[in-house]
T-cell receptor, first 115, second 113 residues
Framework: EPEVTQTPSHQVTQMGQEVILRCVPI?????FYWYRQILGQKVEFLVS????????KSEIFDDQFSVERPDGSNFTLKIRSTKLEDSAMYFC?????????????FGPGTRLTVL | AQSVTQLGSHVSVSEGALVLLRCNYS??????LFWYVQYPNQGLQLLLK??????LVKGINGFEAEFKKSETSFHLTKPSAHMSDAAEYFC???????????FGTGTRLTVIP
């Protein structure tokens, strides 16, 4: 069964460093998402991406964040200068349709720890 | 704004007992509601979703949820818990016309042998 994969599973970085989280969505999907979950808090939407551009983003997704689909398979989330409060589990998701009832398929997450 | 509230961050049930995980939504318009499950070290997996076609929704692994507008609830149930049901369960809502999901804080289900 096709699945979304994410690498690395755990990333430790120093405050102020840049990190890139990688995701490989399901191959025929066209819509991509990033969510995050700070420990003990809700899973929060960050950004959605379609046709090589951002379609929606939340207030969390500020100028420190960027997304890219550098090739036909990867979807990346970059944090330019990490802060302590960026420590969280980051989930990538993809769907083959865009709409209220579509199903988003999630990856296993990358745990980011900022020291 | 649309949101969901999950009552009980931890629920423990005995193997074979009824599972009831609570989710209440806050919405001024009919919402689209989802239940996701996360097994250890895995991604979020869709259990079921409510899209206004039927108020009782059946999902995978024997789970079902009933949409009750009068109670603004979408509780998840399973008649008989199995050890393999131990996981974290998330209720989520999507507002009409939007793609992003709004999640609850999750409920960790423990099944006691």
């Amino acid at each position: 069964e096709p699945e979304v994969t994410q690498t690395p599973s755990h990333q430790v970085t120093q405050m102020g460093q840049e990190v890139i989280l990688r995701c490989v969505p399901i191959s025929n999907h066209l819509y991509f998402y990033w969510y995050r979950q700070i420990l003990g808090q809700k899973v929060e939407f960050l950004v959605s991406f379609y046709n090589n551009e951002i379609s929606e983003k939340s207030e969390i997704f500020d100028d420190q964040f960027s997304v890219e689909r550098p090739d036909g398979s990867n979807f990346t989330l970059k944090i330019r200068s990490t802060k302590l409060e960026d420590s969280a589990m980051y989930f990538c998701a993809s769907s083959d349709q865009r709409g209220t009832t579509d199903t988003q398929y999630f990856g296993p997450g990358t745990r980011l720890t900022v020291l | 704004a649309q949101s969901v509230t999950q009552l009980g961050s931890h629920v423990s049930v005995s193997e074979g007992a009824l599972v009831l995980l609570r989710c209440n939504y806050s919405s001024s318009v009919p919402p689209y509601l989802f239940w996701y499950v996360q097994y250890p070290n895995q991604g979020l997996q869709l259990l079921l979703k409510y899209t206004s076609a039927a108020t009782l929704v059946k999902g995978i692994n024997g789970f079902e949820a009933e949409f009750k507008k009068s109670e603004t609830s979408f509780h998840l149930t399973k008649p008989s818990a199995h050890m393999s049901d131990a996981a974290e369960y998330f209720c989520a809502v999507k507002k009409t016309g939007a793609n992003n999901l709004f999640f609850g804080t999750g409920t960790r289900l423990t099944v006691i042998p």
